[in-house]
């Protein structure tokens, strides 16, 4: 009899702990889903079009909720989805020109409706090693922004598939802004500038 009573206890113990589990599971399960669908994204940056601000094969997190509470200002990071031949992928660029505005290069240097704009975000060593702005953005000809339309370039500009390439990108196709890089150490932080 004690063995038969000890058989259904670990029995019920085992289906308590299983059941818990579960529950555990379910909910960290949500919890992450929640997170990645409203509050933070993962990302990976793949390549060199952000380089020196970001470095390929970086991990990091970008900003969900910013995007949607506080919008796309000038020169904010922005995590781009985009639609290929065979694929979907996400890139990351910089925010040049913003809806209803007007956008232009000329010799390296960014026009926003005819006004010259700086880039402080640009690492002028960087620059100068192409031989200077005008080597390093080349020039962009006049393209006036819809409404929902942004202009979008990634800081090392010679090696950059963006705006120039691929055209404005449609507010709905940007899924976050800003980058939380993780590693390397060296680079850990926040990602504005």
């Known amino acids: 009899m004690n063995s038969m009573k000890y058989t259904e206890h670990r029995t019920s113990t085992l289906r308590r702990d299983l059941r818990e ?6 909910a960290s399960m949500l919890a992450v889903f929640l997170m990645i669908t409203f509050v933070v994204r993962p990302i990976r940056v ?12 970086s991990p990091g997190f970008s900003n969900i909720i910013g995007l ?9 990071i922005a995590v781009i989805r985009v639609t290929g031949e065979d694929s979907t992928k996400c890139l990351v660029k910089r925010v040049i020109g913003l809806p209803g505005e007007t956008i232009s290069y000329k010799g390296g240097v960014l026009l926003v409706n005819g ?15 192409y031989g200077g702005k005008g080597a390093f953005t080349s020039d962009v000809a006049e393209i006036t922004l819809k409404s929902d339309e942004y202009y979008c370039l990634g800081d090392n ?7 120039r390439y691929y055209g404005p990108f449609k507010r709905g196709n940007i899924v976050c802004k800003g980058a939380f890089i993780l590693l390397p150490i060296k680079d850990f932080g926040v990602k504005t500038w």
Request: hydrophobic letters at 30%.
């Open 157 to 163: 500009r010679p090696n950059s598939r963006d705006s």
């Open 68 to 76: 949607n509470t506080g919008g796309l200002k000038r020169f904010d």
């Open 115 to 129: 006004q010259a704009v700086d880039e402080p975000f640009l690492n002028e060593n960087f620059v100068a090693s």
């Open 46 to 57: 793949e390549g060199n079009s952000m380089y020196p601000t970001l470095k390929s094969d």
């Open 21 to 26: 589990f579960g529950m555990t599971a379910a």
